[in-house]
């Protein structure tokens, strides 16, 4: 059983930056990829950005240029760097780590941490 803990959400004005973290109880790189996904109130939850054990970064069309995923293998630790933040990026964040020690493993959610975009 591994645990991913999210932090690093909140408040934020239009225009501003916040960062996310994932913290994972097992090591990251066990997983094939971890994964931020993202809910709005009233919509599915959709999937905003994906990095896998090479390093390859994939994300929705509606965050590229402004969002950014990471890892720290040693901190086993994933980020999400999110700039230029718009009221629509308001959402419950979600990580997500996908085939936990083999292909077609095991995957896990964290709990979620709440972004508010809004003047």
């Known amino acids: 059983q591994v645990q991913l803990v999210e932090s690093g959400g909140g408040l934020v004005q239009p225009g501003g930056s916040l960062r996310l973290s994932c913290v994972a109880s097992?090591?990251?790189?066990?997983?094939?990829?971890m994964d931020w996904y993202r809910q709005a109130p009233g919509k599915q939850r959709e999937l905003v950005a994906t990095i896998t054990r090479g390093g390859f970064t994939n994300y929705t069309d509606s965050v590229k240029g402004r969002f950014t995923i990471s890892r720290d293998n040693a901190k086993n630790t994933v980020y999400l760097q999110m700039n230029s933040l718009k009221p629509e990026d308001t959402a419950v964040y979600y990580c997500?780590?996908?085939?936990?020690?083999?292909?077609?493993?095991?995957?896990?959610w964290g709990q979620g941490t709440q972004v508010i975009v809004s003047a």
């Open positions: 997500k780590g996908d085939d936990y020690g083999y292909a077609g493993g095991p995957d896990y």
């Open positions: 097992g090591i990251i790189s066990g997983f094939a990829a």
